[in-house]
């Protein structure tokens, strides 16, 4: 049997191996900390396109809707397969990653800075992964945390689609200390 690539050592080193693309950078009218947030959620997409089939069966967040936002910034919905009220194409000079990139300009629905899951966007539903309106100070690792936060939090959206609602009794036998 082939050895499987760890999910955390691909994590680890994500944003080494696969920088986002420079077309990040060049997105006009938004500052250093949006475009780290475009980044990595660009970085997080293109790991999963790459090494789906390394992370856990079924979880691919190169297809998997989700949405991140900064509050009263913008909400960005990532693989929406149909419209959504309120989102248009992504402005000019934004990165172009997902099977779909969808943009909202300012506070979508009541997503106030809050994690939220079966977030309905049409005929499915997606988690809403919401960051400061500034990098929190001391952070030197930011990137990394934020893609872990990402691809963590993705999850349990993907957990709560493909499995439903685990009990409590269950979900603490579940074996998260286990490689296999």
């Known amino acids: 049997m082939a050895r499987r690539t760890s999910g955390l ?3 680890a080193t994500a944003l080494t191996i696969y920088p986002a693309p420079g077309r990040s950078s060049a997105v006009e009218g938004v500052t250093d900390y949006e475009r780290t947030v475009l980044a990595v959620s660009e970085c997080a997409v293109r790991l999963f396109e790459r090494h789906e089939r390394d992370i856990w069966p079924g979880y691919d967040l190169a297809t998997q809707p989700f949405l991140v936002y900064i509050t009263d ?8 397969t149909e419209e959504v009220e309120g989102f248009a194409p ?5 990165p172009a990653f997902g099977r779909s990139l969808r943009h909202h300009e300012g506070r979508w629905g009541n997503l106030v800075g809050q994690l939220a899951f079966d977030v309905d966007i049409g005929s499915s539903d ?5 960051f400061p309106e500034a990098p929190p100070e001391g952070m030197e690792d930011l990137k990394s945390r934020m893609l872990g936060h990402i691809v963590h939090e993705a999850f349990h959206q993907h957990q709560s689609t ?3 609602e685990i009990p409590w009794a269950r979900e603490e036998r579940y074996p998260s200390d286990d490689a296999e």
């Open 90 to 94: 992504c402005p000019d000079g934004w």
């Open 162 to 164: 493909a499995f439903g």
């Open 126 to 130: 997606a988690v809403a992964i919401g």
């Open 73 to 80: 910034t913008w909400c960005l919905l990532v693989n929406g």
């Open 9 to 11: 050592v691909l994590l």
